[in-house]
């Protein structure tokens, strides 16, 4: 038996309102530019909108001009999606709340979440969307994977609670050492001012 090996999200499909509220939340207000626009090829009464989240994948949404914003929160029953979590730069998370204030969209605030921080906010729909910032750059060659991996293994090995920065420091001078050679036969920490 074997696996079927993905590698990556090809595009997540969402169920939208009408036409213009999706154009106006994921580009209006997420900024991702609106790329292509069809039918949806399984039911002709509806539109099928992408938009590029920033990374060249896809999010499509399907759209029908009978269905009307709810603002209820979407079922977080088994089986559902409970949220949809984006990335943004440090530059924009400086700027989430003062940004969602400025339009009167309700959020959660900023939660430390140890290796990224976060925001959660509802779409038009009541659809949960989290903005996360990473706390770190993985080395070159290196993905966020395998630095998350790595602290991960150094937390359950010290018995912390959950990823701090200080695993995320030591997972990336792990990453470094093993992926880059030197030329010195001792890689451990000195003290050059001790002179």
């Not at 399907?62 to 977080?76: A, Q």
């Not at 400025?102 to 290796?115: A, N, Q, T, V």
């Not at 659809?127 to 966020?144: D, K, T, W």
Request: with cysteine; glycine share 8%; aromatic share 8%.
């Amino acid at each position: 038996m074997k696996k079927l090996q993905v590698q990556g999200v090809h595009h997540i499909t969402i169920t939208g309102a009408d036409r213009q509220t999706s154009i106006d939340f994921w580009e209006g207000v997420l900024g991702m530019p609106f790329i292509f626009d069809q039918p949806n090829l399984d039911d002709p009464d509806e539109g099928h909108l992408y938009f590029d989240p920033g990374d060249g994948r896809l999010i499509t949404i399907f759209t029908n001009e009978k269905r009307k914003p709810v603002h209820n929160r979407t079922p977080t029953d088994p089986g559902c999606v409970h949220h949809l979590a984006l990335n943004v730069s440090k530059a924009v998370w400086s700027q989430v709340v003062t940004r969602l204030d400025e339009r009167g969209i309700p959020h959660s605030g900023p939660k430390d979440r140890g290796f990224m921080d976060s925001i959660y906010f509802k779409d038009p729909l009541g659809f949960l969307i989290e903005l996360a910032c990473y706390r770190f750059e993985p080395p070159m060659g290196c993905s966020h994977a395998d630095v998350m991996i790595e602290a991960h293994r150094i937390r359950v090995a010290r018995g912390d609670y959950n990823i701090a920065e200080v695993h995320l420091a030591d997972a990336i001078e792990l990453l470094v050492e093993r992926r880059q050679q030197t030329l010195s036969d001792d890689r451990g920490p000195k003290d050059p001012y001790a002179r």
